[in-house]
């Protein structure tokens, strides 16, 4: 028995129908694709437009001063921070919350530390008092060593915060039928793992962000946690996700600053790629030079 489509399936689905087909011939150039009206550069998400598809962390950096210099040279729009790290600071907090104001950066708090729906949805709402803001970065820890979310902790909380008025963006697992069940529940962005928090290993199940990218195709994706060097960027942007979101691989570089500023070349490149469409894999061989069939008589 097949089940009624979803309300964002729906959606998509009417987006589709909306574009015009091309038919061949029409122009000497209908092989192209069709151009974009808006500058390519530019997306939408949250209520707001981006150029930058770098969200970048803002913690363990040697100093605040290079962490303003790293959040400069990577041209993020978006920093996130961990509300209840900041907290513990006491004082210290007033101070680092006027430094990320300072760099112009959208500020996207997130909830790093729970385990709980509760103490999320506490957390979330102290953030949308503090800082003025409906985004929330949603991370309910199910399990200690790998920082893996607890997908019916998040399921729970998001839930709530969606009927409380946020744009929750959830990080969550690669799983497909997770990910449909926050959609369900409201949320309109998506934050799958790449690795586990911290560890550098890059995209350990490419596949599983392939076969989102594929089902999900109206949907924001945000590659999030794990990821090692700006290589695995690019493979996350070729993939086609919408941007990539990381602190430590920056942070604890040995020089953080032109980190950041790799990061951004390689997210840039990643992004261009996708659009351009890469080449297709073969197994064997195949000439690159056209061959007629006989030889050049000199």
């Known amino acids: 028995m097949l089940s009624a489509p979803r309300d964002w399936e729906v959606e998509r689905s009417a987006q589709v129908k909306e574009e015009p087909a091309t038919r061949a011939g029409d122009t000497e150039q209908s092989a192209l694709p069709p151009r974009r009206c808006q500058d390519q550069s530019e997306w939408h998400i949250g209520g707001r437009t981006l150029t930058s598809r770098f969200f970048l962390g803002t913690a363990s950096y040697p100093s605040p001063q290079i962490l303003q210099d790293a959040i400069q040279a990577s041209g993020a729009q978006v920093v996130t921070?961990?509300?209840?790290?900041?907290?513990?600071?006491?004082?210290?907090?007033?101070?680092?919350?006027?430094?990320?104001?300072?760099?112009?950066?959208?500020?996207?708090?997130?909830?790093?530390?729970?385990?709980?729906?509760?103490?999320?949805?506490?957390?979330?709402?102290?953030?949308?008092?503090?800082?003025?803001?409906?985004?929330?970065?949603?991370?309910?820890?199910?399990?200690?060593?790998t920082l893996?979310?607890?997908?019916?902790?998040?399921?729970?909380?998001?839930?709530?915060l969606v009927k409380d008025g946020f744009d929750v963006f959830p990080y969550c697992m690669d799983d497909l039928v997770s990910c449909q069940r926050l959609l369900d529940a409201g949320c309109n962005i998506l934050m799958p793992w790449g690795a586990p928090i911290g560890s550098g290993q890059g995209l350990v199940n490419p596949g599983a962000l392939r076969t989102l990218r594929a089902r999900l195709p109206g949907v924001p994706l945000i590659v999030d946690a794990g990821i090692g060097s700006p290589a695995d960027a690019v493979q996350a942007m070729e993939?086609?996700?919408?941007?990539?979101?990381?602190?430590?691989?920056?942070?604890?570089?040995?020089d953080p600053v032109r980190m950041a500023r790799a990061f951004k070349l390689g997210i840039e490149s990643g992004r261009l790629a996708f659009e351009a469409g890469v080449m297709a894999r073969q197994d064997m061989a195949v000439a690159s030079t056209p061959v007629a069939g006989h030889p050049i008589l000199l």
């Open 81 to 145: 921070m961990g509300l209840r790290r900041q907290l513990a600071h006491g004082a210290e907090a007033g101070d680092f919350f006027a430094l990320i104001k300072a760099t112009g950066a959208h500020l996207l708090p997130n909830t790093a530390g729970c385990h709980t729906a509760r103490e999320a949805i506490t957390l979330a709402h102290m953030a949308r008092e503090l800082f003025d803001t409906t985004w929330i970065k949603l991370e309910v820890v199910g399990d200690a060593h």
């Open 239 to 254: 993939l086609g996700l919408d941007a990539v979101l990381l602190n430590s691989a920056v942070a604890h570089a040995v």
């Open 148 to 160: 893996q979310p607890d997908p019916f902790e998040l399921l729970a909380a998001a839930t709530q």
